[in-house]
């Protein structure tokens, strides 16, 4: 019971710091379909970093509802990039959130004389300013120094030469205001708890896999969130608050809260069980998997977890799932002995495939739509492999990247992917997502979409033209003599 009332007083530190590190109230976010100057601020910017970083734009969310970013660019002095192929986990950036935008290669000017920063609602210059910030010498905002950030402080005032809080909160650790990580990280390891949550290099887009974000008590288990979160949008905090309030760890049992299971389906998790050599696990366990009340459920049920990856080396068992319940591991009970077989020559076991992934299939609903109305698209990742892999979907619309997800898929596995976006132009628009390809159209008024006169209309015009022409040359072959 000492075990379990450590992994509960997790709960309370996961609710209380992550709650607190908002800084702000919170209320339900609800998608933004059009941004107003001030809806979109930039927050802090390093355009000098040290060897081997990069340059990176910090954008802030300062409203109540969530903003999709698909379509938006950022300017630098009239060089314009898009936001979306850049911004890591997701194009939507959370209500009172944040998201770094960071693209390849040196963009930003080091010491200019003045330059200008400007985040555009669609394509510039013919779309609506939602944010601009100048520095260099001569303006008020000098250039940040090597390795430093400029950063802006409520009310819209900014300070150069800041150490970088890239995808975090610039008042952090100010009183009333969020937290450090490395304050969460060190009261998480006053209660026994091991996380990466301090060392992450940018919270709103966390590392996936195995060096995902991690909490682990020291002999016992933990769980690793494979999944790209963003610490800072509240959905995922709320799934990770719930996550830690519904845990119980005990001798080869981590116990999760079942009705959680539709909400935290996104947040694949690879689990892990210490210490099993001493309980007397000689050999890789079995799972048994069971509900709330404690019932087992059968692998035949619709319910039961997709449980893949599973290893027993040194006392650690060591498994991954889509979603959370409740697992106890068994000694493996050996099957019935058979009568012994004739004696068959060796055969080697069949190497692993390494993943195997590639995009099939591909949907475009509705093929036809008006301006401004949602257009979803859907493809299926599938892997032909033994092993467990990522892949990155880059959709491209006219030959142009215009959103990007990477996706786990396990041995042998199908992930379905469903993008979604809006164009406001009429026209026919080419889909590409890994090869496979489709269009859709977007009408304009009057349901026009400026296309070429039809063809069968054509086709009439011309038939009329060659029957007049026959009759013409009748009446004159037959015409009596005057």
Request: with cysteine; proline share 9%; charged share 15%.
């Amino acid at each position: 019971m000492a075990k379990l009332r450590v992994w509960k007083t997790l709960s309370v530190v996961m609710v209380l710091m992550l709650v607190v590190a908002m800084g702000v109230a919170i209320v339900p976010a609800s998608p933004v379909k059009a941004a107003s100057p001030g809806d979109v601020l930039i927050n802090e910017f390093v355009s000098n970093p040290n060897p081997g970083e990069s340059e990176w734009v910090e954008l802030f969310n300062p409203t109540t509802s969530d903003i999709d970013l698909t379509g938006w660019y950022i300017t630098v002095d009239g060089g314009a990039l898009p936001l979306a192929p850049w911004l890591a986990c997701s194009t939507t950036l959370p209500a009172q959130g944040i998201l770094v935008f960071e693209p390849t290669g040196d963009w930003l000017p080091n010491s200019p004389t003045s330059c200008n920063i400007t985040i555009f609602d669609g394509v510039p210059p013919g779309s609506t300013v939602i944010y601009n910030v100048a520095y260099g010498t001569g303006t008020s905002l000098q250039p940040p120094a090597q390795g430093t950030s400029a950063a802006r402080f409520d009310p819209d005032t900014w300070q150069t030469g800041q150490s970088p809080t890239k995808g975090w909160y610039n008042d952090a650790g100010q009183p009333g205001k969020a937290p450090l990580l490395s304050t969460i990280d060190a009261d998480l390891a006053g209660q026994g708890i091991t996380s990466n949550i301090g060392e992450l290099p940018n919270p709103s887009a966390t590392p996936t896999g195995d060096a995902g974000l991690f909490f682990e008590k020291t002999g016992q288990g933990g769980f690793t969130l494979t999944t790209c979160l963003n610490l800072s949008n509240k959905a995922t905090r709320d799934a990770l608050e719930n996550l830690g309030a519904m845990m119980e760890m005990a001798a080869a049992s981590l116990k999760f809260d079942s009705d959680l299971a539709t909400a935290m389906s996104a947040l694949g998790a690879k689990l892990v069980m210490y210490g099993l050599d001493a309980l007397g696990f000689t050999e890789m366990p079995d799972l048994i998997v069971k509900d709330d009340a404690g019932n087992v459920i059968s692998p035949d049920d619709p319910n039961y977890p997709t449980i893949t990856g599973k290893t027993y080396a040194g006392g650690a068992f060591t498994f991954s799932i889509d979603h959370f319940t409740q697992y106890e591991a068994v000694k493996a009970v050996a099957p019935p002995a058979l009568p012994p077989k004739p004696r068959a020559s060796a055969t080697p076991p069949r190497p692993l495939n390494p993943a195997q992934l590639s995009v099939k299939y591909l949907k475009v609903s509705p093929q036809q739509t008006s301006a401004g109305q949602p257009v979803t698209i859907t493809t299926n990742v599938v892997n032909t492999g033994d092993e467990a892999g990522n892949y990155y979907l880059a959709l491209k619309i006219n030959g142009q990247v215009e959103q990007s997800k990477t996706v786990s898929v396990g041995p042998q596995g199908t992930q379905p992917v469903k993008f979604t976006l809006t164009k406001a132009q009429p026209g026919t628009y080419t889909v590409d997502i890994g090869g496979q390809r489709g269009s859709f159209v977007v009408l304009g008024t009057g349901g026009t979409t400026g296309a070429p006169v039809n063809g069968g209309n054509i086709a009439i015009i011309i038939v009329g033209m060659l029957v007049l022409a026959t009759v013409v040359l009748l009446m004159l072959r037959f015409r009596r003599p005057a």
